[in-house]
């Protein structure tokens, strides 16, 4: 079995979580947001500028709007991982408390297993971000009703 190339992780997390935001929002905005997310965090993670969103999504010949280019593949797993989790985590919480409930549970839903075992190699674990999204979640919902009793 060849080795997957980090550019293809990259690329299928990206396409996932627009799937998923676009269905919970709409797809312009969904993917503006994560262009501009994208332009934010690569202050953090300089290999990031090697990722392109193209929100041009109106030409019906666009097809596929996201262009990660193989300088990607020399970026460290543990750097890449990284940057995943701060994209996932940040669009997460950008959807709000009912639309990004569930929102880890469907990218792991629909990554591939092997997609999801790499990037667990490279330290994200879509489960344990579940839980702390989830205890998050029940932490401001206790701070809430202690403060209104």
Request: no cysteine; charged share 30%.
């Amino acid at each position: 079995m060849p080795l997957t190339e980090k550019s293809e992780i990259m690329k299928s997390v990206l396409r996932t979580l627009i799937s998923i935001s676009s269905r919970k929002t709409d797809l312009p905005y969904t993917v503006m947001t994560i262009e501009d997310l994208m332009k934010h965090l690569e202050t953090q993670y300089k290999f990031l500028k090697h990722v392109r969103i193209n929100n041009n999504f109106y030409k019906e010949d666009t097809g596929d709007f996201i262009t990660v280019m193989s300088e990607i593949n020399t970026v460290p797993p543990i750097q890449l991982g990284r940057a995943i989790y701060s994209i996932i985590d940040s669009m997460n919480r950008s959807l709000g408390d009912n639309a990004g409930h569930f929102f880890i549970k469907e990218i792991r839903n629909k990554l591939s297993d092997d997609h999801l075992n790499i990037i667990k190699e490279m330290g994200v674990d879509l489960g344990l971000m579940q839980l702390e999204s989830d205890i998050s979640r029940l932490h401001e919902e206790i701070r809430k009703r202690k403060k209104e009793s």
